[in-house]
């Protein structure tokens, strides 16, 4: 059986050592726990750090902690404390995260942070390569390790790789800052399913792949010279039952069973039943917006001093990355703030703020999540942020209000929620103001909703999620691999080649026996390919045709040296070798005056475009344009056309990079099959790269060879990958 394995920073273990002796705690999080499932059920391993440093423990001691976490089946990757700080502290935390957060200004860009993030990165690949055996799984995590996928693959292309961002992918704007924004792209790249917690970080993604390495992208599919990659989004659920079933136990808690923050919290809401509890928590980290959300409760105490001893709001902050000035710098804003707010607003039997530096047990965590009122998630950016869905789960009587900031990922599962702007203060002050006032009707009525789409799309269900886009983006690409022409299939279609009397030859030109180039003139035939079209056209059982889009000017100066039939513009006209251009229907033009303006707006807003003038077909070609803008522009064109054509008989025609307006009912298909009627023959072959080629694959006899070049979605029988593998094959055709 083929196994799964998971690769993240770190180990789901934490290590502790008690009397000389070692033990693994297993840790709690979300992550962890959604993810031992999966690699524990299908036989992998999970790949990681264990969390203490190399050179700070003996080499004995190292293999005796190996041996403990080999029992789990993690193998530990040993990191020195110099990588630590280059590659965890320096480049992850102090480059990518803040820059993919839109802290721009806090991100460093130290090349040799850079060098050691990537030598770490492939040391874990390696890790990884040592036990990955051919048609193995792996799941990478996370921004620490955003090369792993191609360091995994360019080694060993037949292991399927997964890979998860748990953080925001930031909009192409903010990622280009990155000098080796590149390398970046190439390597996550690497991975088959790339997974983020929203569309809008799959759509930044896409963008960035389309803009900085231009691969063609159809929907989520992003198509590699050798492979589909498929992007989506899947958001992370969290343990639902655990959070659920732990509230409810803390409703009946036996009353010497209570921890000291229960009987706290208490003693803090005996006296005074109405009191409304608004709970904080995440770690202490600039990206979660905690001093704007001060503000705010601040604005909301200024607003309404009849509140005053009757709203608390609990703040848990996390210690997180506390060496780190920035961290410094906010630790001290916060403690700043919230002695201010203290101050001003607070009495001798009443602290508007409960202020924890710290973090807390599970159950003490859903004790708070179960008392409070409402829950203020405010932050300025978050991939996802959990806390939101774990405040959901804990609420056993189904009240309560959760006021979250639109910045957070997931706010768009969460529609019942408050959603405000973090920046806004007076947003934030309103929405407490709102969730204070909230009728329980309507907070049972969220929060119903809330609950049960979180029940069902869990923790447990992202995994399978993500599993089953594993699958579907292998059953993807085996399609495509199953349509690949092979040494083998190369061999038998040469065979039934030698055995035919009459060979009828369909050839596109442009990406099919010539690559593209960016200005359309210089794709005349090379040396190679004049090489083979002369071969070809030798052998006197062969009918070759070169079957084009192109104007029937441009295809006679290039190719009348040849001894082939010429059919231009997409099938409007047909010259036989030694006659003269035929055209089989009658096409007219006239409709070129209504449709010839619309096409120069779009030029003159679409820089780098130029419009083709054929004979019977007008062309707006877009390579040269900035990827996205011509895109978009193109799509846009399209839409504007359809509109203006109406009802009449002509056709928009989306080729590669070009959008071109013909006359209706005259295709390749039909030319070709036209061409067929005086040409009979046993051997029909014809290989093109683009949907207009797709006519002819649809259109021709049954028997016909079709075969297309890319690797995009065919009607065609077969594939190849390029224009040179389209070369290979027809000089094997002719016997070289
Ligand atoms: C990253 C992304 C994304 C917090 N305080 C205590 C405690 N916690 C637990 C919570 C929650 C987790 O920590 C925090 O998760 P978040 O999702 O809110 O945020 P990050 O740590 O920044 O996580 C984030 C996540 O990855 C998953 O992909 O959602 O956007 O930034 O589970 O319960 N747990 C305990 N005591 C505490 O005091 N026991």
Known sequence: MSKIHIISNRLPYSISEEDNKYQLQASVGGLATGLSSVYKDFGGK??????????SISKEKQQEIDQLLLAEDCLSVPLTTQEVDLYYEGFSNNTIWPLFHYFAQYADFNHDEWEVYKAVNLKFA????????????????????LL?????????PNVTIGFFLHIPFPSYEVFRLLP????????????????????????HFISCVRRLIGHEINLNQISTDDRIILVDAFPMGIDYDKFAGMAQELRYINENKKSKIHLELDKFLGDQKDRKLILSIDRLDYSKGIPQRLKGFARYMEQHPEMKGKVSLILLAVPSRDNVEHYQLLKKEVDELVGGINGQYGGINYTPIWYFYRSLPFNNLVELYHKSDIALITPVRDGMNLVAKEYVASRSDQDGVIILSEMAGVAKEMGEALIINPNNEDEIADAINTAINMPLAEQKERMKHLQTRLKRYDLFKWTSEFMKGIDKVKSIQQDFYAKQITASVSDSLKKIYLSAEKRVIFLDYDGTLSSFKNDPKMAYPDEELKHIIKGLSRDKKNIITIISGRDKETLQEWLNDFKVNLIAEHGVWIRA????????VVAN????????????????????????EKNFSLVWHYRKAEPEHGDRRALELVDELTNLIGNENIEIMEGNKVIEVKNGGINKGYAANHFLLSNPADFIMAMGD????????????????????????????????????VRVLLKKLIGE
């Open 690 to 725: 683009d949907w207009t080629d797709e006519f002819m694959f649809k259109e021709l006899p049954e028997e016909a060879i079709t075969i297309k070049v890319g690797i995009k979605r065919t009607s065609a029988n077969y594939k190849v990958k390029s224009v040179m593998a």
């Open 577 to 584: 070798v030694g006659e003269d251009w035929d055209m089989p």
């Open 148 to 156: 792993v996928p191609e360091m995994i693959k360019s080694r060993m």
């Open 46 to 55: 999970w790949i990681g750090w264990s969390g203490i440093s190399s050179e």
């Open 180 to 203: 080796w924004r590149n390398e970046m792209m190439e390597g996550i790249l690497g991975a088959d399913l790339i997974g983020f917690h929203t569309y809008d970080y799959e759509r």
């Open 589 to 612: 033009k006239t409709w070129m005056e209504t449709i010839r303006p619309l096409l120069e707006t779009f030029v003159d807003n679409t820089p780098g475009t130029f419009i083709e």
């Open 126 to 145: 390696k890790a990884a390569l040592e036990i990955l055996e051919e048609g193995d799984t792996i799941w990478v995590n996370d921004y620490q390790l």
